[in-house]
């Protein structure tokens, strides 16, 4: 059965209720000061073998929505959605409850924010990021800044071609490996900022090596410190796999076949294979040209084709695409994985699936689930085995240290029911071994986004999950923090932000 905690309490009232302030320099529980925020260099400990059933788990209702959206309008363009165009500074930023004194570092957030006010998708605004440091139990800056991008100078929108190279908006995920802090969007070359002040410093390429895209989802393997990543491309080579060491520097790329240009935005990889999803979302290069002439006539450049098939590849992680082994599946689309690991001849993935997406009259896609793929590299089959219905989630987070391995825990930002927008809630804690759930509700005008996992000395499920959180009922965004060993206390701490924070993607943690 799953645990409900929180009732509803908005964030302020519940971290009133703790007592602290900005100068409380109470650890919580009983972890050191100044304990490391980096991923060990050795094999993290293992868990015990998932013994997940393939059945749904009964929760609470989720809160009834009570955000106005105007569907006249479109709804990325309203509310806490809305773009801002204000680039600001501030340092003391007031705290409620106490935050750990051992998480010192920097929580970056990227989003798509059209510095025109207007944009013709959420996918399509300029980049964004927001950046809040954390030293010794006090926030010390907030800083936002614009990826400056050519589109962005240009205020090009979409821009007069499809996106690649350095003309892409770089407005989905911050990434911080080899010393470098990295902002991507969905193609072209990533962007790198500078940390002290999130201010861009100019598109990257790996020192030449990435002459193809990068995506918004890498995985940075625990024990090896490797940085995997692919792009995909609108003309061949559709699909290309690249390997970053520790150091920075990428060691390994290489084509893929693919038989057609599809959004492929996130994979996964195991302590031995890379795992990508071929998927019905196919880019349709003559509607891609009429969406660039005029971006309000409707001609979306990716269509919902489930003729096309569906299908998982499996291959060496450190490359080698033609041992590339495909599994077919039913027709879906996948935005988000939540982890991938190997137990003997099967590979296992855990995504956040939906039935289809980019269907008119839908806002994102239908039908979402918790899904677990099982692939027997052996005997060619495939088990595609329901975990969720009810309480799903989704823009899932887990402890770094588990990447690519047998896991225990999940964090994902609530999902609620809305024909009119894409509507965020609170904070769910999923238990992939026996299948509870630990859920901090925020009530119906408080919403969150992604919960970045910060680990701490110790084993899995020991750090901190951060996220911005917005209160539609006050205006007032903070970036709250709650101890990942129980999310059903809701927040130990939250921090004030001095202007309003537009829902946005994914974040990284560079640490002090």
Same mark, same amino acid.
């Given at each position: 059965?799953?645990?409900?905690?929180?009732?509803?309490?908005?964030?302020?009232?519940?971290?009133?209720?703790?007592?602290?302030d900005?100068?409380?320099?109470?650890?919580?529980?009983?972890?050191?000061t100044?304990?490391?925020?980096?991923?060990?260099?050795?094999?993290?400990?293992?868990?015990?073998?998932?013994?997940?059933?393939?059945?749904?788990?009964?929760?609470?209702t989720?809160?009834?929505?009570?955000?106005?959206?105007?569907?006249?309008?479109?709804?990325?363009?309203?509310?806490?959605?809305?773009?801002?165009?204000?680039?600001?500074?501030?340092?003391?930023?007031?705290?409620?409850?106490? !935050? =750990?004194? $051992? &998480?010192?570092?920097?929580? %970056?957030?990227?989003?798509?924010?059209?510095?025109? *006010?207007?944009?013709?998708?959420?996918?399509?605004?300029?980049?964004?990021?927001?950046?809040?440091?954390?030293?010794?139990?006090?926030?010390?800056?907030?800083?936002?800044?614009?990826?400056?991008?050519?589109?962005y100078?240009?205020?090009?929108?979409?821009?007069?071609?499809?996106?690649?190279?350095a003309?892409?908006?770089?407005?989905?995920?911050?990434?911080?490996?080899?010393?470098?802090?990295?902002?991507?969007?969905?193609?072209? !070359? =990533?962007? $790198? &900022?500078?940390?002290?002040? %999130?201010?861009?410093?100019?598109?990257?390429?790996? *020192?030449?090596?990435?002459?193809?895209?990068?995506?918004?989802?890498?995985?940075?393997?625990?024990?090896?410190?490797?940085?995997?990543?692919?792009?995909?491309?609108?003309?061949?080579?559709?699909?290309?796999?690249?390997?970053?060491?520790?150091?920075?520097?990428?060691?390994?790329?290489?084509?893929?076949?693919?038989?057609?240009?599809?959004?492929?935005?996130?994979?996964?990889?195991?302590?031995?294979?890379?795992?990508?999803w071929? !998927? =019905?979302?196919?880019?349709?290069?003559?509607?891609?040209?009429?969406?660039?002439a005029?971006?309000?006539?409707?001609?979306?450049?990716?269509?919902?084709?489930?003729d096309a098939?569906a299908?998982?590849?499996?291959?060496?992680?450190?490359?080698?695409?033609?041992?590339?082994?495909?599994?077919?599946?039913?027709?879906?689309?996948?935005?988000?994985?939540?982890?991938?690991?190997?137990?003997?001849?099967?590979?296992?993935?855990?995504?956040?699936?939906?039935?289809?997406?980019?269907?008119?009259?839908?806002?994102?896609?239908?039908?979402?689930?918790?899904?677990?793929?099982?692939?027997?590299?052996?005997?060619?089959?495939?088990?595609?085995?329901?975990?969720?219905?009810?309480?799903?989630?989704?823009?899932p987070?887990?402890?770094?240290r588990?990447?690519?391995?047998?896991?225990?825990?999940?964090?994902?930002?609530?999902t609620r029911?809305?024909?009119?927008?894409?509507?965020?809630?609170?904070?769910?804690?999923?238990?992939?071994?026996?299948?509870?759930?630990?859920?901090?509700?925020?009530?119906?005008?408080?919403?969150?986004?992604?919960?970045?996992?910060?680990?701490?000395?110790?084993?899995?499920?020991?750090?901190?999950?951060?996220?911005?959180?917005?209160?539609?009922?006050?205006?007032?965004?903070?970036?709250?923090?709650?101890?990942?060993?129980?999310?059903?206390?809701?927040?130990?701490?939250?921090?004030?932000?001095?202007q309003?924070?537009?829902y946005?993607?994914?974040a990284?943690?560079?640490?002090?």
């Open positions: 059965m799953a645990l409900v905690a929180g009732g509803g309490a908005s964030i302020i009232s519940a971290l009133n209720a703790c007592g602290g900005a100068g409380n320099d109470t650890a919580v529980g009983d972890r050191p100044g304990a490391s925020t980096s991923p060990p260099t050795v094999p993290p400990p293992a868990v015990p073998p998932s013994t997940l059933p393939a059945t749904t788990v009964q929760a609470t989720v809160p009834a929505t009570t955000v106005p959206v105007d569907p006249s309008r479109p709804w990325w363009l309203q509310g806490n959605y809305a773009p801002i165009g204000t680039e600001a500074s501030a340092s003391s930023l007031p705290v409620r409850g106490s !935050l =750990p004194p $051992e &998480l010192n570092g920097l929580y %970056v957030r990227n989003g798509s924010n059209p510095a025109s *006010g207007d944009s013709p998708h959420w996918f399509f605004g300029d980049g964004m990021v927001h950046g809040v440091r954390l030293e010794g139990g006090r926030a010390t800056m907030y800083h936002n800044r614009f990826v400056d991008t050519p589109l100078r240009e205020r090009a929108g979409f821009g007069e071609g499809p996106p690649g190279g003309s892409n908006q770089s407005n989905v995920s911050a990434i911080w490996h080899g010393g470098k802090l990295l902002t991507s969007g969905e193609v072209g !070359l =990533p962007y $790198e &900022l500078d940390p002290t002040d %999130v201010s861009t410093i100019g598109p990257y390429d790996f *020192g030449g090596r990435l002459a193809t895209s990068f995506t918004a989802h890498p995985k940075i393997d625990p024990v090896t410190g490797r940085m995997h990543s692919f792009g995909y491309g609108f003309v061949a080579p559709y699909l290309t796999y690249h390997v970053i060491e520790p150091d920075g520097s990428m060691s390994h790329t290489e084509a893929l076949e693919l038989p057609r240009s599809v959004m492929m935005h996130d994979f996964a990889i195991t302590e031995s294979d890379a795992v990508f071929d !998927l =019905p979302v196919v880019f349709d290069l003559e509607l891609a040209i009429q969406y660039i005029d971006p309000t006539a409707g001609a979306f450049p990716y269509q919902w084709r489930p098939g299908r998982i590849g499996v291959m060496p992680l450190e490359g080698g695409g033609a041992a590339m082994q495909w599994f077919d599946i039913d027709p879906c689309y996948v935005f988000h994985g939540i982890n991938a690991f190997r137990r003997g001849s099967e590979v296992i993935i855990d995504v956040c699936r939906l039935a289809d997406v980019f269907v008119e009259g839908e806002v994102l896609g239908n039908d979402a689930s918790l899904r677990r793929w099982t692939l027997d590299t052996d005997t060619g089959a495939v088990s595609d085995d329901v975990l969720e219905m009810d309480r799903t989630g989704d823009l987070s887990r402890d770094p588990r990447v690519g391995r047998d896991y225990r825990y999940a964090y994902l930002a609530e029911e809305n024909p009119l927008t894409a509507e965020f809630g609170g904070l769910v804690k999923r238990d992939m071994v026996n299948g509870s759930m630990e859920i901090w509700e925020t009530g119906p005008t408080v919403h969150s986004g992604e919960w970045l996992f910060v680990p701490m000395d110790g084993g899995e499920d020991e750090g901190y999950l951060l996220s911005f959180v917005h209160d539609e009922a006050t205006n007032i965004s903070e970036l709250v923090v709650v101890d990942a060993t129980a999310v059903g206390n809701g927040p130990i701490a939250s921090v004030e932000l001095p309003r924070v537009p946005g993607f994914h990284t943690w560079v640490p002090a």
